[in-house]
């Protein structure tokens, strides 16, 4: 058993940004996937301490509440800055990626193929137009959202629009994102067990097609 332990039900959820994480800077984790069958006897049992998941250990911590464990592993691994503007960039961009998230997800857990067709059209177009901006205000876009490396801004954004977007609607990219596109490509051939982890990796038990 690693020392790092991710808690998590056997889903891409909200721990699919963690688990990319840790295998894009490749520190080996026990990955404990909580059948929902278990959950009720988990939930009573402390193990998460605001009685939700994801919950990390690390360092002898056991840590809660996602953005909050990305931020604490992306400075772990010097995937952060300490300058109050990049902090800026990169934390308005994991807002909006919960933004994105929430209002997707009902439709995703509803099946609302009506629904989800219409935000395709109307909502995703226009914040991936804005996160192509973000991605062009550093470096002309041929880098990282922030600075010279990947912070969370980049994992936060990768996995969200990697594991329900793309899967959805590849062309979606190249008609209002295309250098959005081609960071994604540009964060998977950074790293070797990233790379191997998406190629191989189980499909989410809870995706709307599945
Ligand atoms: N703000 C929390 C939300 C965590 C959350 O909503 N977890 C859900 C799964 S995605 C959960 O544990 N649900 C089970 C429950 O509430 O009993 C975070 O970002 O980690």
Known sequence: MSDIVVHY???YGRAEVIRILLHYVGVPFTDHRVQFSEWPEVKVSGLAE??????VDIDGLRLAQTRSIVRYLCQ????????PQDI??????CDLIDDMQMYIANFFWTKDEE???KT??????DWLQKIEARLERNNAGQGFFVGDHPTNADFFVFSFL????LVESPDIFDLNAPKVKQWMTRLIESSQSLKTYLETRVPSSYYYKG
């Open 88 to 93: 800026y960039w990169i934390e308005s961009l």
């Open 115 to 117: 629904g989800l067709k």
């Open 9 to 11: 039900f056997d889903l």
């Open 162 to 165: 990697y594991n329900y977007i």
């Open 120 to 125: 395709f059209s109307d909502k995703i177009p």
């Open 50 to 55: 605001f009685g939700q998941l994801p919950v």
């Open 76 to 83: 772990k691994y010097n995937l952060y800055t300490s300058n």
